[in-house]
């Protein structure tokens, strides 16, 4: 099976700006979780979509939004971004049905200058 | 929310030596807890988890207790390798809820 793919692997943008992200789950998972590492504050929880609804919600401003399509690839957009912005963004798959294993793709560095 | 907590934030070991890395969290809902192991560069890569009805899981060098009462899980690792060197995480999350709290991270150096 291939693993969780992400695009594009790396991003430079201007404050202001907005940004997309893509994300591909491992094959026959329906849950996609995204995730934001920085070495202030660690790995932090956005949120997390399942058939294309979104089940869960971290702790961010409304700048942050995501969606899920039928085939279960996911984006997240960030507007108006801001220099804290800058992260590694990440997202994980999971097959979304009891099992709890969730399996990282290989991230989006994102500097914002 | 969950609140988890990880000690110690770095750890050196010679090699051959254990590893002992330790966790507790706040939310006594929380029930799977796994752990994720990133080398410079690299995705996070769950090496092993477990779920609050077991007490003890191995596999291999490595192996994670848990203590429901206490709030509290650990990371064993036994005989330690060079290529055992990496920033471990530990997390927790709910039955029903695939939101993962994470905890800062242990940097583990092991020294050849």
């Known amino acids: 099976k291939a693993g969780v793919t992400q695009t594009p692997r790396y991003l430079i943008k201007t404050r202001g700006q907005q940004v997309t992200l893509s994300c591909s789950p491992i094959?026959?998972?329906?849950?996609v979780s995204w995730y934001q590492q920085t070495p202030g504050q660690g790995l932090q929880f956005l949120f997390e979509?399942?058939?294309?609804?979104?089940?869960n919600k971290g702790n961010f401003p409304g700048r942050f939004s995501g969606r899920q399509f039928s085939n279960s690839r996911s984006e997240m957009n960030v507007s108006t971004l801001e220099l804290g912005d800058s992260a590694l963004y990440l997202c994980?798959?999971?097959?979304?049905?009891?099992?709890?294993?969730?399996?990282f793709g290989p991230g989006t560095r994102l500097t914002v200058t | 929310g969950e609140n988890v907590e990880q000690h110690p934030s770095t750890l050196s070991v010679q090699e051959g030596d254990s590893a002992v890395i330790k966790c507790t969290y706040s939310?006594?809902?929380?029930?799977?807890f796994p752990w994720y192991k990133q080398e410079l560069g690299k995705r996070p890569q769950l090496i092993i988890d477990?779920?609050?009805?077991?007490g003890e899981k191995k596999d291999q060098r490595i192996a994670v207790t848990l203590n429901k009462t206490a709030k509290h899980f650990s990371l064993h690792i036994t005989e330690t390798q060079p290529e055992d060197s990496a920033v471990y995480f530990c997390?927790?999350?709910?039955?029903?809820?695939?939101?993962?709290?994470f905890g800062a991270g242990t940097t583990v150096t092991v020294r050849a």
């Open positions: 997390a927790a999350s709910r039955s029903n809820d695939y939101k993962l709290s």
């Open positions: 477990i779920r609050s009805n077991v």
């Open positions: 094959s026959g998972h329906r849950s």
């Open positions: 994980a798959s999971s097959s979304g049905q009891g099992e709890h294993e969730q399996y």
């Open positions: 939310d006594s809902a929380s029930n799977y």
């Open positions: 979509y399942f058939s294309e609804t979104q089940r």
